[in-house]
DNA sequence: ATATGGCCCTGGTTGC
DNA sequence: TGCAACCAGGGCCATA
């Protein structure tokens, strides 16, 4: 499933290919879902208008916009548990669960192929100079302090904290249960009552891994590839993720796993106290 | 306000 | 071997 990492990629990659192209036609597929803003208007919308920029937010990809009359507009996607954005020769055929396919200058098409439909797609109006902004903090960037004071107070366990979007946002299941086996913390801990040195440890090893998944390309478990149909290399370095049964890499008993938050939890029972 | 659980979707896996 | 039931989960919404 793309978090952080495999949405950074895609983005970067995009990026790459589709900076500075016009967007010449639109296609939109029939189905209410993924499209957050109408069809219609997406469809009226886009063409003529040019890409500036692609970036990440959060978990979202968004696509600065010029050429409009009425004020700037972003292009917002979010690619779901199995949305992928591609760039190919417009001859091609159109995959199966293609969601929207936009003709560029350059001949290609920015295609977005979602299967299970929990991807999105929506047009938003820059106001007063303001992107789209994700619902929580960065956690890239977010100082220590910051991270610490997220939880304080807070009953749900650690492992929903960090999944909750509106705390902090592009962090998903792989890298919830990675980052909490890299700072010894059980999923199951209450949020607000983790001491203040092992939140520290955990906002540390959190942004370790995600710049060295950044680094590899992001993880490929579900049907995630980048921009170019690639897939990425940070599942080899997996810990507890999907590692039910297996030993633990450090001290070798194995694996566990629980449900919390309506999530699959892989932990080591020794290693995370 | 905060927390929890159900729901949407399809494809891969499992089990008979 | 074939088929059906089951499971995966990000975000949203209703509910407690």
């Not at 937010?57 to 009359?69: A, N, P, Q, R, Y």
């Not at 990675?178 to 955990?202: D, K, N, Q």
């Not at 090893?205 to 690639?230: C, F, P, T, W």
Request: aromatic fraction near 6%; proline fraction near 4%.
């Amino acid at each position: 499933m793309p978090e952080l990492p495999e949405v950074e990629t895609v983005a970067n990659g995009v990026d790459a290919r589709v900076r500075g192209q016009r967007i010449d036609s639109v296609w939109l597929s029939r189905y209410k879902e993924p499209f957050k803003t109408s069809r219609s208007e997406m469809a009226e919308a886009l063409p003529g208008l040019r890409i500036e920029r692609v970036y990440r937010e959060g978990k979202h990809i968004v696509f600065d916009l010029s050429g409009t009359e009425g004020g700037a507009v972003q292009w917002v996607v979010h690619l779901g548990m199995t949305g992928r954005l591609l760039v190919s020769a417009a001859e091609l055929p159109l995959a199966k669960h293609t969601h929207a396919a936009l003709g560029l200058s350059s001949g290609q098409e920015l295609r977005f192929v979602d299967a299970r439909r929990f991807g999105r797609l929506a047009l938003v109006r820059v106001e007063n100079g303001a992107g789209f902004r994700g619902p929580g903090h960065e956690p890239l960037s977010i100082a220590p302090e910051d991270f610490v004071a997220l939880f304080r107070g807070r009953t749900l366990t650690i492992k929903a904290a960090l999944l909750n979007q509106t705390l902090l946002h592009g962090v998903g299941n792989i890298y919830a249960d990675e980052s909490l086996f890299r700072a010894g913390i059980r999923p199951t801990r209450a949020a607000g009552r983790l001491s203040r040195a092992r939140l520290v440890r955990l906002h540390g090893a959190l942004q370790e891994i995600l710049r060295k998944a950044i680094e590899l390309g992001g993880s490929s478990v579900s049907d995630y590839v980048d921009a170019d149909g690639v897939a990425g290399f940070f599942q080899l370095e997996h810990r507890v993720y999907m590692r039910t049964g297996e030993p633990c890499l450090v001290c070798g008993r194995p694996i566990h796993r629980i449900v919390l938050a309506g999530r699959g939890t892989h932990f080591c029972l020794h290693c995370q106290r």
